[in-house]
């Protein structure tokens, strides 16, 4: 690294790559911020992020399953410190939140920990919400319910006109369902709630899930190097 930094000491990035940089940056943050005005009920998943932003401390150790709801996440919460950010690459597929979320908490006891899954995911691995109870691990699991697996909805909806097949779910209530292994269970339906419950749930000596009802939300199709979407 020292051999390429005294072979290039004026080295500086292009004007036009810094300018395009600066121009996504702002177009991020106009995003976010007009989703400060979504006011669907349910709410959209999108709505769920900026209540996060605000409460979660910034050493808080995030685990993102798979999933179209959890994985609005990568672009909408900041990951500022290191080791903050666990997610299914490398770690298993759809239902890996709640474990690994669970194996970040033992791993570093002293910062906060929280999961972030789909209703699909969730179903996948909720019953080691019993090993949170009986190891009294105290992660926070929030589940974005929107009673379907949306990535695979999406996917039927863009390319089989709206066809669905084995994709819409019939759920418990999960915070009941905490509360049955007992866990606490929190439901949270109005994005001004969400903060509280969160910061409520971060201070309990134990571990919590919260249930927010969200809406289906279909993703616009993946760009290919061609330039279309994704068939």
């Not at 994985?71 to 950010?85: I, Q, S, V």
């Not at 779910?169 to 292994?181: G, H, S, T």
Request: glycine share 10%; hydrophobic share 40%.
């Amino acid at each position: 690294i020292r051999a390429l930094r005294d072979s290039y000491p004026q080295g500086r990035p292009k004007s036009a790559w810094r300018s395009e940089v600066a121009a996504l940056a702002a177009r991020r943050q106009a995003r976010l911020q007009a989703e400060l005005s979504l006011t669907a009920t349910p709410m959209m998943p999108q709505r769920v992020y900026p209540e996060l932003r605000r409460v979660l401390p910034s050493d808080c150790m995030v685990t993102i399953d798979a999933g179209v709801a959890p994985g609005l996440a990568y672009d909408r919460l900041n990951f500022e410190t290191p080791r903050t950010l666990f997610n299914y690459a490398g770690h298993g597929g759809l239902g890996m939140g709640y474990c690994v979320g669970l194996g970040t908490k033992l791993g570093r006891p002293d910062r906060p920990a929280v999961s972030l899954q789909g209703d699909g995911g969730f179903l996948y691995t909720s019953q080691e919400i019993n090993t949170a109870v009986r190891w009294r691990i105290p992660l926070v699991s929030i589940v974005l319910n929107n009673s379907c697996h949306g990535a695979e909805k999406a996917q039927q909806q863009r390319h089989f006109g709206a066809r669905y097949i084995g994709v819409d779910l019939v759920n418990p209530r999960f915070d009941k369902l905490a509360e049955v292994y007992g866990a606490r269970g929190m439901y949270v339906q109005r994005p001004e709630e969400i903060g509280d419950a969160v910061k409520e749930a971060l201070a309990w000596n134990g571990p919590v899930v919260i249930e927010i009802p969200v809406a289906e939300y279909f993703p616009p199709a993946a760009p290919t190097p061609g330039g279309g979407g994704r068939h």
